[in-house]
């Protein structure tokens, strides 16, 4: 039988005992229907509780009404001057270009219009309107992948304030097809464990609404506590869903190669030792520094008097000498280029150092450089490490593009060792020409090929020409090691997995399809595929490459972006780039930034695209429902 209650008694019945017409509205339930006239005794006179209640609960529904915003009971220009404070806070966060009114005016304009109760320069009242921002700037990344695949992109860093920052990339094709990479946030984390990793994950993914079964992808470095195959942040991620692969980032390993080389082969070592005292003997101090510039700023004066080089907006900047890193890609190619740009410049400089230097070690560290630098070695390893860092270099660029997709970066990889083997089969005669050249510009001696080694570390003859020598011991086995070290790391990808993956290629009219492929690829992906989808699959592949290969819109497809299919990630670029905004955002003069405030002004940051969509109305809407303000607009 049905029964019925009052809701406004149950809400209230606390506030009076037992004067909620007893437990039958309450507790039990009203359900004698012969005897209606108890409803209206219920309801009593205007004083009964029941009407304490219903009143209670119209205060409760119109938040306008309570005692809080009685205190401040605003009339309509009071909060419409509210609204226009509000309106400019918001538009002084919002629009910093070139053609905005509010460029530095912020403070002055919101005082001049700011009352003494209600101060829109508040830190907090800045801090709510900035995690507004954030939240409807992330809202729209979860909107762009709605309930499709996505793949995870983290990486940590400390910030300034040597606290442990873990960055959060979307990797996702969104509803044209288009590959994007969206920054989704910044998790303080006081350990690197792989369970604390995952835990702040799984709180991303709580609060989103989101599901780890969506997972198709992860792409972390190469530490233990991100790949760890039994208990990382990849095998537990893969415990959740078997369907989210792990992709090294190609980047770091393109980045690994060049390392392991320079620490295997003692030539190739031995040189980037002498650059790195070339470093410390040059770059520690800023008059030799201010000297390798001026020096250089008069050569350029010098020819281009003399027509010898171009003139230009943006030619012949100042530049000045990298030092390379383990983790920054392409720091080590970029280090060598400006060596040869300023290699007059410098030997100068050492000049200098080596007879006018006050510090004694500095002067016998520039007395070293200066003897190795006028060796045949120094310009071998020069140039051989030019020309192999160049081609890494291409190639560690194409990777880091955001749209880049697997199988072409496998393909990139793979034109790259074949340009190594030319290179071993081929690029002899062109590096020595290199050699000569740049020994024949700076008075340097070159070695007659011919004419017996002189091995300077060891009292016994050589027995071996230099043509062997700087050939096959240099020259090849430094070659062999770099393919080598491309056949280790990038042997980590599922290589069976990238095979399927290949077999939906669109290029020349989907020609390297392969229906038993295609089979198996759908066997990697269990939550996208059921044992009956996997068979009426099997039967509808025929008829469909034969319909895409005679349909000729599908015919200029050139790869799987294409077809909006792959979001397997490629390189953490993307997280990388955005430790950089953060070193922008916080600071050693804003150091003391609170976690949230610096995740959100990071997303503001870097998101510019969503964040210049969002409109002010749904900032001061979102605002006032954070939490009960003063003005209830």
Avoid at 26 to 52: C, M, P, Q, Y
Avoid at 112 to 140: G, P, R, W
Avoid at 545 to 566: P, V
């Amino acid at each position: 039988m049905d029964k019925a209650y009052c809701l406004f008694c149950y809400l209230f019945r606390d506030y009076t005992e037992n004067k909620c017409g007893s437990d039958a509205f309450v507790i039990k339930g009203f359900d004698d229907w012969n005897k209606t006239e108890r409803l209206r005794d219920h309801v009593g006179a205007v004083n009964s509780f029941h009407n304490s209640a219903k009143k209670r609960a119209d205060y409760l529904m119109k938040p306008g009404q309570s005692i809080v915003h009685a205190f401040y009971k605003q009339d309509d220009v009071v909060k419409n001057e509210y609204k226009i404070r509000l309106n400019a806070s918001i538009d002084a966060c919002h629009d910093e270009s070139m053609d905005s009114v509010n460029k530095g005016n912020f403070l002055e304009l919101v005082k001049y219009t700011a009352e003494q109760n209600e101060l829109m320069v508040s830190h907090k009242i800045q801090t709510d309107i900035v995690h507004c921002f954030a939240e409807e700037v992330i809202e729209s990344i979860i909107k762009e992948v709605g309930h499709d695949i996505f793949c995870l992109l983290v990486d940590e860093s400390a910030d300034v304030s040597d606290k442990e920052q873990m960055a959060m990339v979307f990797r996702f094709v969104d509803t044209h097809g288009v590959v994007k990479e969206r920054f989704v946030g910044l998790a303080h984390v006081k350990e690197t464990s792989s369970l604390s990793l995952k835990s702040a994950v799984d709180s991303l993914f709580a609060k989103h609404g989101l599901s780890m079964k969506k997972l198709r992808g992860q792409g972390y470095d190469g530490a233990s506590n991100m790949k760890g195959e039994f208990n990382g942040l990849r095998a537990l991620i893969l415990r959740e869903c078997s369907s989210a692969y792990y992709v090294h980032c190609f980047a770091h390993q393109l980045q690994l190669v060049v390392i392991a080389v320079a620490q295997k082969h003692f030539g190739v070592g031995d040189f980037f030792d002498k650059i790195a005292v070339l470093l410390n003997v040059v770059g520690a101090s800023c008059k030799r520094k201010d000297m390798v510039r001026e020096d250089y700023r008069n050569k350029v004066e010098e020819k281009t008097k003399k027509g010898e080089i171009k003139t230009g907006k943006g030619l012949n900047q100042e530049i000045s000498f990298q030092r390379p890193g383990k983790t920054r890609w392409g720091s080590h190619y970029k280090t060598l280029l400006r060596l040869v740009d300023l290699f007059a410049s410098i030997t100068k400089v050492l000049e200098y150092v080596e007879i006018d230097g006050s510090d004694g070690i500095k002067r016998r560290q520039a007395n070293g450089l200066l003897k190795y630098f006028h060796t045949f070695d120094f310009v071998f390893y020069l140039q051989l490490m030019l020309l192999l860092l160049g081609i890494t270099n291409s190639l560690s660029k194409a990777l880091q593009r955001k749209d880049q997709d697997i199988l072409n970066a496998m393909s990139l990889v793979k034109s790259t060792k074949q340009q190594l083997y030319k290179i071993r089969d081929d690029g002899w005669e062109s590096l020595l020409d290199k050699v000569s050249s740049f020994c024949e510009n700076y008075k340097i001696e070159f070695l007659v090929m011919d004419d017996e080694f002189d091995s300077k570390n060891s009292r016994k003859r050589s027995n071996i020409t230099n043509l062997y020598h700087y050939k096959v011991e240099c020259f090849y086995i430094i070659l062999d090691m770099q393919i080598q070290e491309f056949n280790d790391r990038f042997d980590e990808v599922n290589t069976e997995l990238l095979g399927c993956i290949a077999s939906l290629s669109p290029t020349y009219s989907f020609q390297e399809f392969n229906q038993l492929k295609v089979m198996r690829l759908s066997e990697f992906y269990p939550e996208d595929f059921d044992p009956i989808e996997r068979i009426i699959l099997e039967h509808q592949l025929g008829l469909y490459i034969d319909n895409i290969q005679e349909d000729k819109r599908f015919s200029n497809l050139k790869g799987l972006g294409d077809l909006a299919f792959l979001t397997l990630p490629v390189a953490t670029a993307t997280v990388e780039r955005y430790f950089s905004a953060m070193k922008i955002v916080k600071t050693s003069l804003r150091n003391r930034i609170s976690d949230q405030f610096l995740n959100d002004c990071v997303v503001c940051f870097v998101e510019k695209e969503l964040f210049e969509k969002v409109t002010n109305e749904v900032v001061v809407k979102r605002f006032q429902n954070m939490e009960s303000r003063r003005i209830n607009l």
